[in-house]
């Protein structure tokens, strides 16, 4: 479980095809990999990722082809930044909101655009989830936990405020850009709570 707080943008240092699937190793800048040990989780660019092994400034995850087929990991080159959060600890403050690092689908930005300080991101999702977006509700984007400021179709807009900007990845999208998203989970569990309801289950 995360937070959506990002402690740290890393740098993917090696890309390794093995097999079919990706062997993703990750140089990290602030995360203090000390307290890490193998087959921890650390949520990369919003998927929890297995720690295999640990080096000096960096650590190694392997990427199944279903994780590959579902999120922007495949999309990933050597030098890409990518947000990293380690999991959340008993007595760890809960600062963003519950993660998973399961992600639920790729959105893609349409649009970027100032608004004061902060940086206006308008956001297309599947179809499909969007019923799960809702006016000021949490959504994790690239592991980054936000505020929903506005619902439209199978469009949503976000604020980026310039700390947001200066500490993840986010402060660098532009329109077209595949972002990996993962849904309020209590929208889901109210779903499937009314859907029981429904049912007489």
């Not at 707080?5 to 390794?16: A, F, S, Y």
């Not at 720690?51 to 190694?60: H, I, P, R, S």
């Not at 080159?77 to 760890?92: K, Q, T």
Request: glycine share 12%; aromatic share 2%; proline share 3%.
């Amino acid at each position: 479980m995360f937070t959506g707080i990002v402690q740290d943008v890393g740098e993917i240092r090696r890309k390794e095809t093995r097999s079919g699937d990706v062997r993703l190793t990750i140089g990290v800048r602030r995360l203090d990999l000390r307290s890490q040990r193998i087959g921890d989780s650390i949520c990369v660019q919003g998927v929890c990722l297995t720690v295999v092994e640990l080096e000096d400034g960096a650590f190694a995850a392997d990427v199944s082809r279903e994780t590959l087929r579902l999120t922007t990991l495949g999309e990933l080159r050597e030098g890409s930044p990518v947000n990293l959060e380690p999991a959340l600890r008993a007595g760890d403050p809960l600062g963003g909101h519950l993660v998973s690092g399961h992600v639920d689908g790729v959105a893609e930005v349409v649009s970027v655009s100032g608004d004061a300080r902060s940086m206006r991101v308008v956001f297309r999702v599947p179809a499909h989830l969007s019923r799960y977006i809702a006016r000021k509700g949490s959504v994790a984007i690239d592991g980054v936990s936000l505020t929903v400021n506005d619902v439209e179709g199978t469009t949503f807009g976000v604020n980026l405020v310039p700390h947001t900007q200066e500490v993840t990845t986010l402060g660098a999208l532009a329109p077209g850009a595949r972002v990996n998203l993962e849904v309020d989970q209590v929208a889901r569990y109210v779903e499937r709570l009314l859907a029981a309801g429904a049912s007489g289950g």
